[in-house]
């Protein structure tokens, strides 16, 4: 049976690969280790094996684990990569460092708001819904100018980039084709002159398609901790 460390080395080795065979350096891509329902210990396990960037999806279970693990000495970085409800903004403004999940300008007022003026603003990919889904959260491509506009204004967060979950498909065309739209998408941002520079997209099955379009995050779970019970 594989050891976090082995797989974490595995999922290491993929991102190098992907990232030479499009020619970028691997250096530019960073490994967000989505932690959510998983105990402290793999937490613990994944550090000592190098890695510093951790994904939560549930407000109460992300801040619980962070404030937990800072209490035992470990320096790590907390994403929050879920849904965000109207009442669950203060514990997020408290406990994260980003934000991946911002697809309504109300939610991000209230983080702006929430966020202790003594710590580093918080950072914001914005989520974009680019298959369409109904089922799925994001803001839609058309929308985003307008709501990257009113969050870039707000104080307290930088608007880092966009984050994406296309729909899932083995179809490598398809994912590429999506991943294109993101990058497209951001692009257009930056030349509205918005100075975004992070794309988080691509998980444990299309991290090479999202890599060969620019991705600069990669959020990997599973193949990183094993299925979620």
Partial sequence: MMSI????QAIRHRIEQAARACGRDPAGITL???SKTKPDAD???AHAAGQRAFGENYVQEGCDKAQRLEAAGLELEWHFIGPIQSNKTRPVAGCFDWVHSIDREK?????????DPHRPPLNICLQVNVSGEESK???APAELPA???AVAALPRLVLRGLMAIPEPTDD???QRSRFAHVRQLMDDLNARGHHLDTLSMGMSQDLEAAIAEG??????GTALFGARA
């Fill in 5 to 8: 460390s082995d797989n974490l």
């Fill in 32 to 34: 967000l280790a989505v």
């Fill in 43 to 45: 937490i613990i396990a």
């Fill in 107 to 115: 939610i991000a007022a209230r983080l702006s708001e929430q966020r």
């Fill in 137 to 139: 959260s994001g803001v």
């Fill in 147 to 149: 709501l990257a506009d």
């Fill in 172 to 174: 490598v065309t398809l």
């Fill in 215 to 220: 991705a600069t995050i990669v959020r990997v």
